[in-house]
């Protein structure tokens, strides 16, 4: 698996709003996209440094990952994304090497991107995001 680049950081969050307020006025970033991802239960907020990414992520239902995230852990960085080509080969092959895959199947995420994640048991406790971008 040879990633391209960090697609971007995911950052879990109370409030949608006052975290990005966070980043345009103190960071001085610009929002430049806010969606919602009805089964995964969030709202994601986009921002970008570089060729790198920053979502902010809010749960829209207390049982989904994000919520449940929060409940258990409190705020904070949730994932790492990376880019990759072929992403239906490369869960194959890491699924090959014996990483646990929390999708077995490419599925669509925030911004039309195809996404999937590793087990973060099987990657010392880090949740990874497989992201392609098949529209580029």
């Known amino acids: 698996m040879k990633p391209s680049h960090i697609e971007h950081i995911g950052i879990?969050?109370?409030?949608?709003?006052?975290?990005i307020a966070f980043y345009e006025k103190v960071m001085g970033l610009k929002c430049y996209?806010?969606?919602?991802?009805?089964?995964?239960k969030v709202r994601t907020a986009f921002f970008k440094v570089g060729q790198t990414k920053i979502e902010l992520l809010e749960s829209t239902d207390p049982e989904g990952p994000?919520?449940?995230?929060i409940e258990k852990k409190g705020e904070g960085i949730h994932h790492i994304?990376?880019?990759v080509e072929k992403i239906e080969d490369q869960l194959a092959h890491a699924a090959e090497m014996g990483i646990r895959l929390i999708d077995c199947k490419p599925r669509k995420g925030a911004e039309g991107l195809d996404i999937a994640f590793l087990h973060p048991k099987a990657t010392s406790g880090v949740l990874i995001e497989l992201c392609e971008n098949k529209t580029t």
Not at 33 to 40: F, R
Request: a negative charge; glycine letters at 8%; aromatic letters at 8%.
């Open 66 to 69: 994000i919520g449940k995230f």
């Open 81 to 83: 994304a990376f880019s």
């Open 12 to 19: 879990a969050v109370t409030n949608l709003e006052g975290a």
């Open 33 to 40: 996209n806010i969606e919602e991802v009805p089964d995964q």
